[in-house]
C-alpha cells in the first residue's frame, strides 16, 4: 500500500535526548551521558509501569519523577534540576531533521508525529525548534491517557487521517515502539542510530536506516 502519512516518534528519533544533560556536562562531570541514558530508561519504564498498574502520570510528570531518581543515583546537586527540565523543553533536534522533513511536505505526505509527550512539552518542542509549519499533527497520548506501545496510541492518526495502517510509514528509533507500530499494521523503520541491536517483540522491521535521510529513499 502507497505510503499517505509518514509518522515520527519525537524523543531519540527527532530530537535528542541527551541533549540536555550535554548542555550541563561541565557541571555533570564526565558521567554525563551515563546518567543521561539511566535518566531516558528509567522515564520509559515508568511509562510502561503506570500502563501496567492503569495509574496515568503525564509525560511531563514522568520526566520529573525519573529526573530526580536519576540525580539521587548519579549524585547530582538537586540545584539543577530546573535547569536540566528546561532543556529538556527545548531539545535539539538532529541535524538532518529539517531539510528531511521538508522534502517530505513537498511530497504532500501528511506529517505528524505520535508521541508519549503532552501536547503542551511537544508544541513547545517543535516551536522552539522551528519545526511547526513542517507538522500537520501532533497527536499525543494524553488524549487516550494511557502510554505505547499500547494500540489505542497508534490509533490516533488512522482516526485524523481516515486511512489503513499500512498506508502509515512510521519511525522510531525505539525498537519496542518500531514494534508496537509494525505490530500494529503500521510500515514501521526503525531509525538505529547508536548500531543498537533489535528487541525480540514479533516484529522485525523490513528497514533499518541510520538517520532520517535515507528514509527519502523508502518512501
Given at each position: 500500500?502507497?505510503?499517505?502519512?509518514?509518522?515520527?516518534?519525537?524523543?531519540?528519533?527527532?530530537?535528542?535526548?541527551?541533549?540536555?544533560?550535554?548542555?550541563?556536562?561541565?557541571?555533570?562531570?564526565?558521567?554525563?551521558?551515563?546518567?543521561?541514558?539511566?535518566?531516558?530508561?528509567?522515564?520509559?519504564?515508568?511509562t510502561?509501569?503506570?500502563?501496567?498498574?492503569?495509574?496515568?502520570?503525564?509525560?511531563?510528570?514522568?520526566?520529573?519523577?525519573?529526573?530526580?531518581k536519576?540525580?539521587?543515583?548519579?549524585?547530582?546537586?538537586?540545584?539543577?534540576?530546573?535547569?536540566?527540565?528546561?532543556?529538556?523543553?527545548?531539545?535539539?533536534?538532529?541535524?538532518?531533521?529539517?531539510?528531511?522533513?521538508?522534502n517530505?511536505?513537498?511530497?504532500?505526505?501528511?506529517?505528524a508525529?505520535?508521541?508519549?509527550?503532552?501536547?503542551?512539552?511537544?508544541?513547545?518542542?517543535?516551536?522552539?525548534?522551528?519545526?511547526?509549519?513542517?507538522?500537520?499533527?501532533?497527536?499525543?497520548?494524553?488524549?487516550?491517557?494511557?502510554?505505547?506501545?499500547?494500540?489505542?496510541?497508534?490509533?490516533?492518526?488512522?482516526?485524523?487521517?481516515?486511512?489503513?495502517?499500512?498506508?502509515?510509514?512510521?519511525?522510531?528509533?525505539?525498537?519496542?515502539?518500531?514494534?508496537?507500530?509494525?505490530?500494529?499494521?503500521?510500515?514501521?523503520?526503525?531509525?538505529?542510530?547508536?548500531?543498537?541491536?533489535?528487541?525480540?517483540?514479533?516484529?522485525?522491521?523490513?528497514?533499518?536506516?541510520?538517520?532520517?535521510?535515507?528514509?527519502?529513499?523508502?518512501?
Open positions: 500500500m502507497k505510503t499517505k502519512s509518514v509518522v515520527f516518534d519525537a524523543y531519540g528519533t527527532l530530537f535528542d535526548v541527551n541533549s540536555a544533560a550535554e548542555k550541563c556536562k561541565d557541571k555533570i562531570g564526565n558521567e554525563w551521558e551515563n546518567f543521561s541514558n539511566f535518566w531516558r530508561t528509567t522515564q520509559l519504564e515508568y510502561w509501569l503506570r500502563n501496567i498498574m492503569k495509574r496515568h502520570k503525564d509525560f511531563w510528570k514522568v520526566t520529573e519523577d525519573s529526573l530526580e536519576s540525580m539521587k543515583v548519579f549524585k547530582i546537586d538537586m540545584t539543577m534540576k530546573k535547569d536540566l527540565l528546561n532543556l529538556y523543553k527545548v531539545l535539539s533536534p538532529y541535524p538532518e531533521v529539517e531539510e528531511v522533513l521538508k517530505l511536505k513537498n511530497k504532500n505526505f501528511k506529517l508525529i505520535l508521541s508519549n509527550g503532552t501536547p503542551s512539552l511537544l508544541n513547545e518542542l517543535v516551536q522552539s525548534n522551528n519545526l511547526d509549519d513542517l507538522f500537520d499533527d501532533i497527536f499525543s497520548v494524553e488524549e487516550v491517557k494511557i502510554y505505547k506501545p499500547d494500540s489505542k496510541v497508534y490509533d490516533l492518526p488512522l482516526k485524523k487521517y481516515k486511512i489503513k495502517s499500512d498506508e502509515v510509514t512510521f519511525l522510531s528509533a525505539n525498537t519496542w515502539d518500531v514494534s508496537g507500530g509494525g505490530n500494529y499494521g503500521y510500515n514501521a523503520v526503525w531509525v538505529n542510530r547508536n548500531k543498537a541491536i533489535f528487541d525480540n517483540l514479533d516484529f522485525k522491521s523490513t528497514h533499518e536506516i541510520n538517520n532520517l535521510t535515507q528514509l527519502l529513499d523508502i518512501v
